[in-house]
């Protein structure tokens, strides 16, 4: 099996953390200013602006590109205005997917013709039904078959294995897995901890037979690994029985929440562990390892991760990170790595594509390049 050809579609707004810190600390002195005497009397506590610093050196983000940036910063709004459209009209997510897939389907060379599936693969869909996937489906004049799934961040690993195993055992020729991540629309903007962490985005991939690639950048998938293990740690209790219990409705926990710290300590050792035994298991050494396109959360973790798999620090170039441009992109992020760093290897050379997030979740998939 193969991976050949990946796609990328970037928004064309973007946000500084300057620019998100500003927009934060103007909230948290209008929330402080009106309720300046229950402060003052001591029933509540004042909120604490943001900082720059503290987010680049917490987390290396610099920046992230988002759909609508005049909504997240003003004040009074801070959530993207994304405003709702006709059944007629292609909806934002499969609309994003396409431009991705697109991209992706170019890179290898294929047509739609060529294509025998579609998954959306992403941690947060747009609607219910029809499946976001049926639409992109659509959009693209692609026969056969199409759904969604979601896996949080690890959504794009997950479907890559999904999508080799299905061509593998001959249920398509090819698969198109997208990753339209609107990640703005979860996260809660007023929340000090975490009002930095993600951006918006969309990749593509196209899974096939590895004797059947024509892409110049294709890589065939020597072997896929997954992992989940049950955590409340990062959680979205947003979903359709919310309107059954309208006393939770609004609540923060209808959006994107996490104990940060703890997911630092415990995601770090299960997926550094992980990725060990899978090399191990296919007899690559880490001394192999061309490149690993690593999810891309927190660049403290990547660099912990690098370091535990490599045995020593990463050299410059060798796990790239994109956080500083784009920032947490959920299931997108390894695939907007791998996509941006691997065309400058060499035929045979191998590199080792990672994700991990919500569940909690993790993939490892060891690609060499076939040309
Ligand atoms: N600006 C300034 N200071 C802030 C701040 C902000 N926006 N947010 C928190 N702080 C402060 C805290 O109040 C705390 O202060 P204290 O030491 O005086 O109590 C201090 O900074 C440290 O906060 P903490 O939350 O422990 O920071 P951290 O170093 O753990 O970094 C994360 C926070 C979220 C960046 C980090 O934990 C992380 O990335 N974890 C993994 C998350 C992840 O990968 N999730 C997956 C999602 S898919």
Redesign the pocket.
């Known amino acids: 099996m193969a991976l050949s050809g990946s796609g990328l579609f970037t928004p064309a707004q973007s946000i500084t953390n300057e620019e998100l810190v500003a927009s934060f600390n103007e909230f948290v002195r209008r929330h402080n200013a009106a309720h300046a005497q229950a402060i003052e009397t001591g029933t509540m506590q004042p909120l604490?602006p943001?900082?720059t610093e503290?987010?680049m050196k917490?987390?290396g983000i610099g920046n992230r590109y988002v759909l609508d940036k005049a909504g997240i910063l003003d004040p009074d709004i801070m959530c993207p205005r994304l405003p709702e459209r006709g059944n007629d009209q292609i909806s934002i997510l499969a609309e994003m997917a396409v431009a991705a897939a697109r991209d992706a389907l170019k890179a290898a060379d294929r047509k739609p013709d060529d294509i025998d599936g579609v998954l959306v693969a992403a941690s947060n869909m747009q609607r219910a039904y029809p499946a976001m996937a049926i639409e992109v489906q659509e959009a693209l004049g692609i026969e056969g078959f199409a759904f969604d799934m979601n896996v949080a961040?690890s959504s794009a690993t997950f479907g890559l294995q999904a999508a080799a195993d299905m061509v593998a055992a001959g249920n398509a020729r090819a698969i198109l897995v997208c990753n339209p991540e609107v990640c703005s629309g979860h996260l809660n903007f007023r929340d000090?901890?975490?009002?930095?962490?993600f951006g918006d985005v969309a990749t593509a991939f196209v899974v096939e037979r590895a004797d059947k690639t024509d892409g110049a950048n294709a890589w065939e998938i020597i072997s896929t690994k997954l992992k989940t293990k049950f955590s409340n740690n990062?959680r979205n209790n947003f979903g359709f029985l919310n309107r059954t219990a309208p006393e939770g409705i609004g609540k923060p926990d209808k959006l994107f929440v996490?104990e940060?710290?703890k997911?630092?300590k415990e995601?770090v050792p299960m997926v550094a562990e992980m990725l060990v035994a899978h090399l191990a298991e296919n007899g690559v050494a880490a001394s192999d390892l061309k490149r690993l396109w690593l999810h891309q959360?927190?660049i403290n973790?990547n660099d912990l991760i690098a370091r535990k798999v490599l045995g020593r620090d990463p050299m410059p170039g060798e796990a790239p990170n994109i956080l500083a441009e784009y920032a947490?992109t959920?299931s997108a992020g390894s695939v907007i790595a791998f996509h941006k760093y691997s065309e400058d290897l060499k035929a045979g050379d191998t590199g080792l594509l990672c994700s991990f997030?919500?569940g909690y979740s993790a993939g490892s998939v060891i690609l060499k390049k076939l040309h």
């Open positions: 604490s943001s900082s503290f987010v917490a987390s961040c000090r901890d975490s009002h930095f962490i990062i996490q940060g710290r997911v630092f995601v959360a927190n973790m947490n959920s997030g919500a």
